[in-house]
């Protein structure tokens, strides 16, 4: 992680990390993926302890975190993007009921 | 790997070594107390419970007395009746017989008052205590311990550094050979598919959603809907997007392992690695009903800070919340907030907390035993008669 790790990412199958500051849109932040550090352009301003994407993603696709489903995307979302109740919505039990 | 512990005489092992003096009811209450009070080795159960519980709630009351009395960390116990309780001090003390320990009875009406009462247990727990000095610890594997995990006071740094860290600890124990318990069904709600996912069998995976069906049902009852009222409008300013999110961060303090087991309240795990008790998110309730079922030792993880400890068991208190760990240092035992700092690997954390769980397994005093943070409430389900 070294220090200058500014975001944490929970599970190497996740496609989002969190925020470890408050972050504005164009700052790149360093986070390591599965080992390795990258460097990703925020695409909007992120609070601390809020979610980026790591990867685009098709509306409709699983967000990641914890290596587990936490819901699923509204929107495209773009490496970067801030990830939140805007462009997320929950899956309870996993689907609609 | 192994830590040093007590062998007892049914060939299970404590962490601690200390004489139980259990009311049997809530009128011997203040009896047991001033028969332990000032005697160092020797703890009380303060229990205002075992008169006007029916049915399945005596049974609770009655199991979770036993499985104190039974329990590894205790090398003897003395348990105090008033004379007319419903739950009588014998079946609580024949409950205990068969784990070999010596177990005495003694009853306040029949002795004739407190006072004599008082001045007759502190006679026996002295001598009991005699014994429990000349017992030494041994070696024992990693795989005999049973750890329990629980959160409480959690605030944004629970789901990203301490439960994680924790998470990290419980799957060493588990890669030795050791059992780790998760419980709190209510925080569950939201996660239970994917804790159901990790189930060995489908019935275990069933036995996790009717959990989570049964307390949604009893909070719905009781006027609240907890799958809406979550993520709360603060979960959701701190970053929780969804109920999934905040439910998955409270789990993951019990690792990754598959689920091996799903027990009630107060019951003993018969399997090994990752198991599941079926218990209420009352912190003080929960943490009665795993060391009832058999844990010698606890991961706590707090954000705000908490002082509970158990009577019999070492609760170790692990914080990710920088401020918490400095404000609170007399409650808090390990500090992982250079997580968050991004300066430590949730991996070193867990390491850091699994060796301390060898350390205090071994006898290290935890920060809950120095404030002699005693908590003790069963759990039941109706109103007493």
């Known amino acids: ?97 | 790997m192994n830590f040093q512990g007590y062998r007892r005489p049914d060939g299970k092992t404590g962490t601690r070594n200390d004489v139980l003096v259990i009311p049997s009811v809530g009128c011997s209450q203040g009896v047991a107390r001033d028969i332990a009070q000032g005697l160092k080795g020797v703890v009380y159960l303060p229990n205002i419970l075992g008169c006007g519980q029916v049915g399945e709630d005596r049974m609770l009351v009655k199991k979770t007395l036993v499985g104190f009395g039974t329990h590894p960390n205790v090398f003897s116990v003395l348990i105090v009746g008033n004379g007319c309780e419903q739950l009588s001090p014998r079946e609580i003390e024949e409950g205990i017989a068969p784990s070999g320990k010596r177990v005495e009875v003694i009853v306040t009406q029949d002795i004739g008052g407190s006072r004599k009462t008082v001045a007759l247990g502190k006679r026996i727990v002295k001598e009991m205590r005699e014994g429990a000095a000349k017992l030494n610890r041994e070696s024992i594997p990693l795989n005999e311990l049973i750890l329990g995990t629980e959160c409480g006071g959690s605030d944004y740094t629970s789901g990203l550094a301490s439960n994680p860290a924790v998470g990290a600890a419980c799957d060493m124990l588990v890669t030795e050979g050791g059992t780790v318990i998760l419980s709190e069904t209510p925080e569950l709600i939201g996660a239970e598919h994917l804790l159901a996912k990790r189930a060995r069998t489908p019935e275990l995976a069933n036995q996790v959603l009717d959990a989570v069906a049964w307390w949604e049902q009893k909070a719905m009852v009781a006027g609240e809907n907890i799958r809406k009222a979550n993520p709360a409008p603060g979960n959701i300013a701190g970053g929780i997007t969804t109920l999934e999110e905040k439910s998955l961060g409270c789990i993951y303090k019990a690792g990754t392992s598959p689920l091996e087991e799903v027990i009630p309240y107060a019951s003993h795990p018969t399997k090994k690695g990752l198991v599941y008790m079926d218990t209420p998110a009352h912190d003080i309730e929960q943490l009665t009903g795993m060391v009832a079922g058999g844990v010698q030792i606890v991961l706590f993880t707090t954000g705000r800070g908490t002082p509970l400890g158990s009577p019999i068991a070492p609760v170790i208190k692990i914080t990710g919340n920088r401020n918490t760990y400095l404000k609170m240092k007399d409650n808090m035992d390990i500090d992982v907030s250079r997580i968050l700092e991004g300066k430590e690997k949730v991996s070193s954390a867990g390491k850091r907390i699994f060796e301390e769980v060898i350390s205090v397994a071994s006898g290290k005093v935890t920060k809950a035993e120095k404030q002699a943070q005693r908590d003790f409430c069963i759990f039941k389900m109706n109103m007493n008669i």
């Not at chain 1, 979610?51 to 696709?61: I, R, Y």
């Not at chain 1, 489903?69 to 609609?96: F, K, L, M, Y």
Request: net charge positive; hydrophobic share 35%.
């Open chain 1, 1 to 97: 992680m070294g220090r200058s790790a500014q975001a944490i990412v929970m599970n190497e199958k996740d496609n989002v990390a969190t925020a470890l500051k408050p972050f504005h849109a164009g700052t790149k932040v360093s986070v390591e993926v599965q080992g390795r550090i990258e460097k990703v352009t925020l695409m909007s301003d992120v609070p601390m302890g809020h979610k980026f994407a790591l990867k685009d993603m098709e509306e409709g696709e699983a967000v990641i975190k914890y290596g587990e489903s936490i819901g699923q995307s509204t929107a495209r979302i773009s490496r970067g993007d801030h990830v939140h109740v805007h462009n997320v919505v929950s899956q309870p039990r996993g689907g609609p009921q």
